[in-house]
């Protein structure tokens, strides 16, 4: 088994890190990281700018307090989004609770845990679940696509 202990900076422009492994420790990414289906990274995944996507583990959480973050996996610990982040979720499941203080993209699978948009956009753009409650502390930028069959309307 091939892992990487410790922490992992990822920083520099055009500087990318696919993962196919297991990082044991944090990632602290300002760049491009790629975690890939084979991919698990135990500590926090701290994204400050660049672009993250997650198609394997991230378990120890994932702050995202500049540039983007994508899962269409497994993130465990929890995201917290503040800043200029966003986050997008297209499949996958993120478990420990949400808190936008930016944008946050559900447009696919389940988030489990408490969610709390607390000064951010919230879109939903797509059937997404979870198993706990919604606060929303921002009136202004809730969005919810609904779709809806007229009488008469084709299925």
Do not use: C, E
Request: no cysteine; glycine share 20%; net charge positive.
């Amino acid at each position: 088994m091939v892992w990487l202990s410790g922490t992992v900076g990822i920083t520099g422009a055009g500087t990318l890190v696919n993962n196919n492994k297991t990082i044991t420790g944090a990632v602290n990414n300002a760049a491009t990281f790629h975690n890939n289906a084979a991919g698990t990274v135990s500590g926090l995944l701290t994204n400050t700018a660049g672009t993250t996507t997650n198609a394997g583990q991230l378990n120890g959480g994932v702050l995202v307090s500049g540039g983007t973050v994508t899962n269409s996996n497994i993130v465990g610990g929890g995201v917290t989004v503040s800043g200029t982040g966003t986050y997008t979720q297209t499949a996958g499941t993120t478990s420990g609770g949400l808190t936008n203080g930016n944008i946050v993209n559900a447009n696919g699978g389940a988030i489990n845990g408490a969610i709390a948009n607390n000064a951010g956009t919230f879109n939903v753009g797509g059937a997404v679940t979870g198993n706990s409650s919604f606060t929303n502390n921002d009136q202004r930028s809730f969005r919810l696509l609904v779709l809806v069959a007229l009488p008469g309307s084709p299925r």
